[in-house]
């Protein structure tokens, strides 16, 4: 088991690297100098010269990488050529905002998409799961954008118990921005839970029709409890990997839904940054994304390790 997981974080950090790697190289290879942008075309030769010598654009790429990665590590992203201030300083009150989203969202979303899995696998092609199916097919074919609109229109404007868009700053108390947090919530939600509900619900018909099933009944034991401690693990073995993979997905769905209520999230940043030509910000939106998917697997990997004694053991398949 220690040999399994140091192996599992050996490759987490490899792959964040490669990640670090692969976006700091793409950031270099884009057309256009960064001083120009920020000074514009109307600078003089020597502005813009004075500013590459400012952001140390002269030096070697690989020394300018390699510090780079060493200032990330200790959360030190360098300046902004745009605000002149530290990229952590900007990022992390962002971060934050969107964090209330996102663990809010994964709080909703797992369990919900479990207890409506379980739900639609034991009562397979009968009223429950007939509903179940029905809901999470449109769960699955509407944008998380456009569940977002919907709900703005439902909850906002028809019936205004929530705020549309968010009006406060980045900075704001987490207080002040919690109602603002319900209806991206509920729109990321629906359609995450979707896809749960899905893998569920094969898990729990694959697992209730084993052997070991059929012989815990047959001891007399009852429905709850075999669903509880017999099926229920083993069918959340294949569903780790849809959870994680979700879980990851909401980085880039968050962005899509921050945009939507105009919520200060990393959502908000990046567009930002992206008109602004802020290379350094989005560098270190990009090694976060990097670091929140690869953490993803990892807590789904090591998550299956504590459901399935197998791989405990040393015995099973590994990946």
């Known amino acids: 088991m220690l040999l399994y997981t ?17 976006v700091f190289a793409a950031v270099q290879l884009l ?45 030190d992203f360098g300046l902004s050529p745009v605000s002149g ?3 952590a300083d900007t990022l992390w009150p962002h971060l934050r905002n969107t964090m209330l989203i996102a663990v809010s969202t994964v709080a909703v979303a797992v369990t919900a998409s479990v207890v409506l899995g379980v739900v639609a696998g034991l009562y ?40 549309a868009v968010v009006l406060d700053e980045a900075t704001a108390p987490v207080a ?53 401690r017999h099926a ?15 879980v990851a997905w909401l980085v880039g769905g968050v962005a899509v839904v921050e945009n939507v209520f105009n919520y200060p999230g990393i959502g908000q940043l990046m567009l930002e940054s992206v008109h602004n030509r802020d290379l350094p910000v989005l560098q270190a939106i990009a090694v976060i994304s ?15 390790m504590a459901l399935n004694p197998r791989l405990r053991t040393g015995g099973g398949s590994r990946r």
Do not use: H
């Open 124 to 163: 397979r092609d009968r009223w429950p799961d007939t509903i179940i199916s029905t809901l999470t097919l449109i769960g699955m074919s509407v944008p998380e954008f456009v569940m977002a609109t919907l709900l703005v229109l439902l909850l906002s404007i028809t019936v205004p118990v929530l705020p």
């Open 290 to 304: 990097a670091l929140v998917y690869v953490l993803c697997n990892l807590a789904a990997d090591l998550g299956a």
């Open 85 to 87: 201030e530290p990229v």
């Open 232 to 246: 229920l693990p083993s069918a959340l073995l294949p569903t780790l990997n849809v959870i994680a993979m979700n």
């Open 6 to 22: 140091c192996r599992r974080l050996a490759s987490a950090v490899l792959t964040v690297l490669l990640s670090a790697v692969l």
């Open 31 to 75: 057309p256009g100098d960064v001083a120009t942008q920020v000074l514009g075309q109307d600078a003089t030769p020597e502005a813009v010269a004075a500013l590459r010598d400012q952001m140390d654009l002269n030096r070697p790429a690989v020394v300018r990488f390699l510090e780079w990665i060493a200032g990330a590590a200790r959360g």
């Open 176 to 228: 002040d921005l919690l109602p603002a947090v319900v209806l991206p919530t509920i729109a990321l939600s629906v359609v995450m839970t979707a896809y749960i509900v899905r893998m569920t619900r094969t898990s729990v018909i694959d697992v209730m029709a084993g052997e070991f099933v059929t012989t815990a009944r047959l001891k007399g034991i009852s429905t709850p409890r075999v669903v509880v």
